[in-house]
């Protein structure tokens, strides 16, 4: 595709069910990035893969994180027992070998848990 | 932790105004980011800078980098309703290029 692309761009859930946000990258990009990003606040970094192995998982905030990207492309970020402090919005970017090369967004989901 | 400052937190500029908004670390920065997001939306790259003193322009912005590498400017001449929203500065602290840390934002607001 021509950009990053999330899906859901919206999802409400209950606390304490399990979901699923997809990541669709720029096609080519090696590198992929999840962000997360409170109201009135920067991205902060979550997870980094580069290809199909996670580079960097430091920013996983407790195990009930997890992401995978099986074939080095699409990526799930998968929360189980969600918390509402967990709702925000949740944002990927990819980029061309990571490094310092601009890594392009995708729109976000954003994560509602009531 | 934050280790990006952005200053100010919010900004209201009449149209046709230059603004400039200020992004400053404690640390080295080997790689600034500057994107602009609107309201519940992704970020949009603008530019990125790497070497002391760079400085970089696109159309009506124009981003610095300082030559100690600590602090960068972004400054809009004649600003206008499409520069409205949410610039946030990114940087490479040195924790590895593929972790960014993101300053808290500006947002910037365009009075007609």
């Known amino acids: 595709g021509a950009g990053v692309s999330q899906t859901p761009s919206n999802k409400v859930t209950e606390k304490g069910k399990y979901v699923e946000l997809r990541c669709d990258p720029i096609?080519?990009?090696?590198?992929l990035y999840w962000y997360r990003q409170s109201l009135g606040q920067g991205p902060e970094f979550l997870i980094y893969f580069q290809g199909t192995g996670a580079a960097d998982d430091s920013g996983l905030p407790n195990d009930r994180f997890f992401a995978v990207r099986p074939e080095g492309s699409v990526s799930t970020l998968k929360i189980q027992r969600t918390e509402r402090g967990d709702s925000a919005m949740y944002l990927c970017a990819s980029s061309f070998l990571g490094g310092n090369t601009e890594a392009f967004f995708g729109q976000g989901t954003r994560l509602t848990v009531v | 932790s934050q280790e990006l400052e952005q200053s100010p937190q919010s900004l209201i500029v009449q149209e046709g105004k230059n603004l400039t908004i200020n992004c400053t670390s404690s640390k080295t920065l080997y790689g600034l980011y500057w994107y602009k997001q609107k309201y519940g939306e992704g970020l949009i790259f603008l530019m990125m800078?790497?070497?002391?003193?760079e400085e970089k322009s696109h159309e009506k912005i124009t981003a610095k980098l300082d030559e100690k590498k600590q602090q960068s400017s972004l400054h809009i001449t004649a600003s206008q309703p499409s520069h409205a929203g949410i610039y946030l500065c990114g940087a490479d602290v040195g924790q590895g290029a593929q972790k960014l840390v993101f300053g808290q934002g500006t947002r910037l607001t365009i009075n007609p």
């Open positions: 800078l790497q070497k002391g003193g």
């Open positions: 096609s080519g990009h090696t590198a």
